[in-house]
C-alpha cells in the first residue's frame, strides 16, 4: 500500500508518490484498470526540511523519463509550500539541476534565464527561422502569425522524422502586448494542453523585445512569467484534485 496525490495546472495533470517505486509497479497502476492516469508522474526521493531542499524524479505516462516539467515543479512548489512545509522557500533537486521555489501571495518557481540559438530549417521550399533552447530539456520554438494554422502538426511531425522524437516543439503567437498565444507538441506526448519548461523556454526567446511580464494563454489554460535580473520565474493557479491510497 502506498500514499499519492493527484494535482493539476494548465490542464496538466500529476501523480505524486512519497517513495521510489520499481517501474514494473508503477505499469500496474497506471492504467485503465485503477482508473489513475496522468500526464507526468512526479517521485518524491527524498525530503531534507532542514535545507528545504526535495530531491524528485519525474516520468511520462507512458514511463519514459522526463528531463524536466515546470508546471509539475510548480505543483510541488504550491503543495509544499502551502500544505506541509508552510516554509517560504524549497528547492527542487532534479538530476542534480536545482530549481528554486518560493511563496508570497502566489508560488513563484525561479529557473536561470536559458540561452538560445536562432537556426534555420528548410521545410519543401519553406525556410523557417527557430530558435533552439536547452532548459534542461531541449526545445524548438518558432514564432508564427497563425497559431490556428492546420500546418502546425505538420511541421511538428516533419521535425519528428527528421531529428527525432528528441525535442519539445513550441509554436507562439503574439496577441497582443506582453499577451501571448502558445501551441506545444510535447515529446513522447504529442500536442498537450499546457508545458511550463516549453512556455518558460518559449518567453526568453522574446523578452528582449517587450516588457518583464507576460501572460500565457494555452489550451490548458492560464499562467504568467516575469523576468527578474537573470531569473525567470512561472507562477499561475494549481488546483489540488485528490488525496489516495492503493
Not at 535545507?51 to 519514459?64: A, C, E, H, V
Not at 522526463?66 to 517560504?88: P, V
Not at 540559438?117 to 533552439?132: D, G, P
Request: hydrophobic share 45%.
Amino acid at each position: 500500500m502506498f500514499n499519492f496525490i493527484k494535482i493539476h495546472a494548465c490542464g496538466n495533470d500529476f501523480i505524486v508518490l512519497f517513495k521510489n517505486e520499481k517501474k514494473i509497479f508503477l505499469k500496474k497502476i497506471l492504467n485503465k484498470k485503477t482508473n489513475l492516469s496522468c500526464d507526468q508522474l512526479l517521485i518524491i526521493n527524498n525530503i531534507n526540511l532542514k535545507y528545504n531542499t526535495i530531491k524528485i524524479k519525474i516520468y511520462n505516462n507512458n514511463l519514459s523519463k522526463a528531463q524536466n516539467c515546470g508546471n509539475g515543479i510548480r505543483c510541488l512548489a504550491w503543495y509544499f509550500l502551502t500544505k506541509k512545509n508552510k516554509n517560504k522557500i524549497i528547492n527542487f533537486n532534479l538530476n542534480n539541476n536545482f530549481i528554486y521555489s518560493f511563496k508570497n501571495k502566489n508560488t513563484y518557481t525561479f529557473y536561470k534565464i536559458p540561452k538560445n540559438k536562432i537556426i534555420y530549417i528548410r521545410i519543401k521550399k519553406y525556410f523557417f527561422k527557430i530558435f533552439f533552447v536547452n532548459l534542461i530539456n531541449l526545445h524548438l520554438v518558432f514564432i508564427i502569425k497563425n497559431i490556428n494554422s492546420y500546418l502546425l502538426k505538420f511541421i511538428s511531425k516533419i521535425i519528428i522524422f527528421y531529428f527525432g522524437d528528441k525535442y519539445n516543439i513550441e509554436f507562439l503567437q503574439l496577441l497582443k502586448k506582453n499577451n501571448i498565444y502558445i501551441r506545444i507538441f510535447e515529446r513522447n506526448v504529442g500536442e498537450t494542453y499546457s508545458c511550463g519548461s516549453g512556455i518558460i523556454s518559449s518567453i526568453s526567446c522574446i523578452k528582449k523585445f517587450f516588457l518583464n511580464n507576460f501572460k500565457i494563454n494555452s489550451i490548458g489554460g492560464i499562467c504568467f512569467i516575469k523576468f527578474i535580473k537573470k531569473f525567470v520565474i512561472i507562477y499561475g493557479k494549481v488546483n489540488f484534485c485528490f488525496f489516495g491510497y492503493i
